[in-house]
């Protein structure tokens, strides 16, 4: 390069570069969106902060959200997940490279969408928010519904033109988005809303929540398949209805609701009967309720009447009891009669002898009478106590020391004698056992078979220590083994078992018991 090529050329820092390419790339490249794989995902940083790669089989785009991003995210961030973001691309000088700031990102496609459906199904159902023991039985009739769903909507049209046919009552709905990246959380925080109503407030809590939504794609319904939602539905304390889709449609919320409907129509049939069709109930109930209330009056009239002709007059009934009652009085003035002068004759002779005089002389009867009680009481006690004491003197001669030191010299005796005996005992034991030890070990002694040994005998084992008792055992050139007495001899075996001194044995038993039979028979 000449020196005029370079006089030209202006000198840029390194941060001007750096700051150029970063305005040049993000005027170029405001706003993509970039398909592909998430790699080296490893959750938020200590700052908040996500970084990760995004790539496919040839290229790798580096990528980060920011901290106040993170949490509205309509899709969850995992590894290994394709997907979609939306972000702007910029580029970071302090290592020279670019990346993109996400904003927003959705699955990639209905595979993609299924996978994480599944895996978010699984785990939702091992905490139990699908189980049947969760839901609630439904209200047979509610007096106030309320229902999430758009406002402007078909659906909420069909709810409430189904509901007014069917048994018209107070309906409340609570607007949300049904579609979009804030659908999901407006239904959970619907949801959540209806429950936190107080019974009796000025807004009436409903018996009975509906969510509903017309049909579409995976992806039009993917919000009600969000965690919240589900959470949501699973912790409503007041029955749910989900009728999210058509018939063939279903997302995680009619796992998690207590009852599904196939079409948000279904939902307003299931939610509600027919007034006509209980109208007519109750008045054959009640046309039956009459017909057995007037039989029941008339065998209570007809029961009432036999019972009454049965019992007669009420004069004649009385007539009886009135006459024992006549006669009971009579006897009764004439007793009381007779009974008052009785009283009176008793009480004049009571009268007579309660007199001043014989009060005065019974008490002072009673006072000689105390008074000799007290004299035979202290004499009594004298005559005790001087008997006591001679029983204690006699019990103190007879503990003199003399004689508790002759009791103890006696105890003493008996104490010495009991201790001679116990030792004698022991000593005794003792030499028995030893003398029965000594027998067994002779015992044991004389049935070893060193004993055998020592008699000149040998004890004949193979090369594994294994001992031969026949003959017929050993072959020629076999290694063996003969214990002797005072040790062990190795040796080779020169030749086979030798029959002959077994039928010289034969023969020579032969002769006997022959010469013995003939014996016999002479």
Known sequence: MTDEARGNMPEMTVTELSAALKRTV???FGLVRVRGEISGFRGPHSSGHCYFSIKDDRARLEAVVWKGNFGRLAGKLQEGLELVATGKLTTFPGSSKYQIVVENVEPAGAGALMALLEERKRKLAAEGLFAEERKQLLPFLPMTIGVVTSPTGAVIRDVLHRIS???PLHVIVWPVRVQGETSGNEVAAAIAGFNALAPGGSVARPDLIIVARGGGSIEDLWGF?????VRAAAGSMIPLISAVGHETDWTL????ADRRAPTPTGAAEIAVPVKAELEARVATLAARLGAGIRRSLDDA???????????GTPEAILAQPRQRFDAAAARLMRGLELAVTRKRRSFAGVEGRLSRRAIELHLDATRRTLKQLDRRLALGFEASARNKRKDLSRLTARLSPRTIERVTSSAGERLATAERRLQNGFRLHLERARTRLDQGWRLIASLSHERVLERGFALIRDEAGATITRAAAISPGQPIQLQMYDGTV???????ADPAPARRRKQARAPTQASLFD???D
């Open 26 to 28: 993000e005027d170029r």
């Open 165 to 167: 046919e069917r048994f």
């Open 225 to 229: 398949n969000e965690e919240a939602v």
């Open 253 to 256: 919320i009619d796992l998690a």
């Open 301 to 311: 009239r007809s029961g009432l009447r036999a019972a009454r002709r049965g019992l």
């Open 490 to 496: 190795h040796a080779l075996a020169h030749g086979g």
């Open 519 to 521: 014996a016999g028979e």
